[in-house]
């Protein structure tokens, strides 16, 4: 159980790029980060791409004024030259942006977190990787719905054999908030989301489906994607190439099989985030919009719904409860759960504690990496006009 006492020796000094006053993602990793105020600082920003707007945003939030930065270049040279300068920088930007911005940040000798998707190629991920290695630092990848406890029984309950062997891996992410165009033109936030300039190669797959399939690889770690079949449309036909709607087959190394449907015109539909894992035995279905329920139906027996916070769950789901039976959590705890963890990672990475980071369990590097050939691969097939292609 988590209490907010100091699991580290000292507040991690933690800066942003972008999530400014109108970015839609910075609150939540502001709400992750300082909810312990034992894990970190906020201690300097460039908000954003508007830089008087990016100070008035910092000086609000409670950010001196000086370290205010009117962009991600000037913050790090001038924190570098600072003696309480800071150790790691969030970027919270239109995916075109992320590449260059964390290549920067290593360079000036910062760990990293960054948002999903992370890049466009499996190359540039390769490379960052590298370069994170040679200069000692973690990057993390904030797949904000991935502390959600519940996974982690999902996981301990799989690997325990709580459900047989797995046969069926039926993942979902959709909403309806495109079921039209206009957003595309009314919002600046979706408009990017539509240009394969900003957005990368893919709408849907990079903007949802990441996250599940991530998801999925923490429920499920030693499994893994052999072939898969991707059909992409694009339903607002201004959106092509990128798509609206997505359906993925999948084929695992086990004689498993999976299905991905990720959409933005699911009309009607205002969030469904579903993991289904169908075993010999029995199935295990979560919800992002009811986190704190799992659903383990054993044929033959009764529905059964486990309760997060409750004595019968797995220590290593129980871990990082926060608030306790009798109260719910939701996508807040969520994210404290993955910033606390980076900061144990960074933490451990600057101690050198090679023992903590392999027990660790957060979305780091190769998880980015991973959602990166993620989205390749399923456009690679859609492209060649949804075929199977080998999982490279
Ligand atoms: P947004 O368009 O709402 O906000 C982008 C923010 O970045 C704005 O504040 C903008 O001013 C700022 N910005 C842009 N370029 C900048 C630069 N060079 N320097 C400083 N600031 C800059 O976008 P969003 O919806 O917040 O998405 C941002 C990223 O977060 C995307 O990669 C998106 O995929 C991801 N995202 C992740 C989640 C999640 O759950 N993890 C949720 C939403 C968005």
């Given at each position: 159980?988590l209490?907010?006492?100091?699991?580290?020796?000292?507040?991690?000094?933690?800066?942003?790029?972008?999530?400014?006053?109108?970015?839609?993602?910075?609150?939540?990793?502001?709400?992750?980060?300082?909810?312990?105020?034992?894990?970190?600082?906020?201690?300097?920003?460039?908000?954003?791409?508007?830089?008087?707007?990016?100070?008035?945003?910092?000086?609000?939030?409670?950010?001196p004024?000086?370290?205010?930065y009117?962009?991600?270049?000037?913050?790090?040279?001038?924190?570098?030259?600072?003696?309480?300068?800071?150790?790691?920088?969030s970027?919270?930007?239109?995916?075109?942006?992320?590449?260059?911005?964390?290549?920067?940040?290593?360079?000036?000798?910062?760990h990293?977190?960054?948002e999903?998707?992370?890049?466009?190629?499996?190359?540039?991920?390769?490379?960052?990787?590298?370069?994170?290695?040679?200069?000692?630092?973690?990057?993390g990848?904030?797949?904000g719905?991935?502390?959600?406890?519940?996974?982690?029984?999902?996981?301990?309950?799989?690997?325990?054999?709580?459900?047989?062997d797995?046969?069926?891996?039926?993942?979902?992410y959709?909403?309806?908030?495109?079921?039209?165009?206009?957003?595309?033109?009314?919002?600046?936030?979706?408009?990017w989301?539509?240009?394969?300039?900003?957005?990368?190669?893919?709408?849907?797959?990079?903007?949802?489906?990441t996250?599940?399939?991530?998801?999925?690889q923490?429920?499920?770690?030693?499994?893994?994607?052999?072939?898969?079949?991707?059909?992409?449309?694009?339903?607002?036909?201004?959106?092509?190439?990128?798509?609206?709607n997505?359906?993925?087959?999948?084929?695992?190394?086990?004689?498993a099989?999976?299905?991905?449907?990720?959409?933005?015109?699911?009309?009607?539909?205002?969030?469904?985030?579903?993991?289904r894992?169908?075993?010999?035995?029995?199935?295990?279905?979560?919800?992002?919009?009811?986190?704190?329920?799992?659903?383990?139906?054993?044929?033959?027996?009764p529905?059964?719904t486990?309760?997060r916070?409750?004595?019968?769950?797995?220590?290593?789901?129980?871990?990082d409860?926060?608030?306790?039976?009798?109260?719910a959590?939701?996508?807040?705890?969520?994210?404290?759960?993955?910033?606390?963890?980076?900061?144990?990672?960074?933490?451990?990475?600057d101690?050198?504690?090679?023992?903590t980071?392999?027990?660790?369990?957060?979305?780091?590097?190769?998880?980015?990496?991973?959602?990166?050939?993620?989205?390749?691969?399923?456009?690679?097939s859609?492209?060649?006009?949804?075929?199977?292609?080998?999982?490279?």
């Amino acid at each position: 159980m988590l209490n907010g006492e100091r699991l580290i020796s000292r507040p991690i000094r933690w800066a942003m790029v972008g999530g400014g006053r109108t970015g839609q993602v910075g609150y939540k990793h502001r709400t992750g980060a300082l909810r312990d105020n034992t894990a970190f600082e906020l201690v300097a920003g460039a908000f954003d791409i508007d830089a008087e707007r990016g100070k008035d945003f910092g000086v609000n939030i409670g950010v001196p004024e000086n370290r205010c930065y009117p962009d991600y270049q000037t913050m790090f040279a001038e924190e570098a030259d600072r003696e309480d300068g800071i150790d790691v920088v969030s970027i919270a930007t239109p995916n075109a942006t992320h590449y260059d911005i964390c290549k920067a940040a290593l360079e000036a000798d910062l760990h990293v977190i960054c948002e999903k998707p992370l890049f466009f190629t499996t190359e540039e991920a390769q490379f960052i990787k590298e370069l994170a290695e040679e200069k000692g630092k973690i990057v993390g990848v904030t797949y904000g719905f991935s502390g959600h406890q519940l996974l982690l029984q999902m996981r301990a309950m799989i690997e325990q054999g709580k459900i047989g062997d797995v046969r069926v891996v039926d993942l979902q992410y959709t909403h309806g908030f495109c079921a039209t165009d206009e957003g595309d033109q009314k919002n600046d936030a979706q408009k990017w989301r539509v240009d394969p300039k900003v957005a990368g190669p893919s709408f849907v797959l990079g903007d949802l489906s990441t996250h599940t399939y991530y998801m999925s690889q923490l429920i499920l770690p030693h499994m893994k994607i052999k072939k898969l079949l991707c059909d992409r449309q694009s339903f607002v036909g201004s959106r092509a190439p990128l798509e609206d709607n997505a359906h993925v087959l999948m084929h695992y190394d086990n004689g498993a099989v999976g299905t991905m449907w990720t959409s933005s015109i699911n009309a009607g539909c205002m969030d469904a985030q579903r993991i289904r894992i169908v075993g010999s035995k029995a199935s295990l279905e979560w919800w992002d919009s009811r986190p704190n329920e799992l659903r383990y139906e054993v044929q033959g027996e009764p529905v059964q719904t486990m309760i997060r916070a409750m004595p019968y769950l797995d220590e290593s789901c129980n871990a990082d409860e926060r608030l306790g039976a009798l109260h719910a959590e939701g996508l807040s705890e969520s994210w404290a759960n993955i910033y606390l963890k980076f900061a144990m990672a960074i933490d451990a990475k600057d101690r050198g504690d090679k023992e903590t980071l392999k027990n660790l369990v957060y979305p780091d590097i190769d998880t980015g990496l991973e959602g990166v050939r993620w989205v390749e691969n399923c456009v690679r097939s859609a492209d060649q006009g949804a075929v199977w292609v080998d999982f490279e």
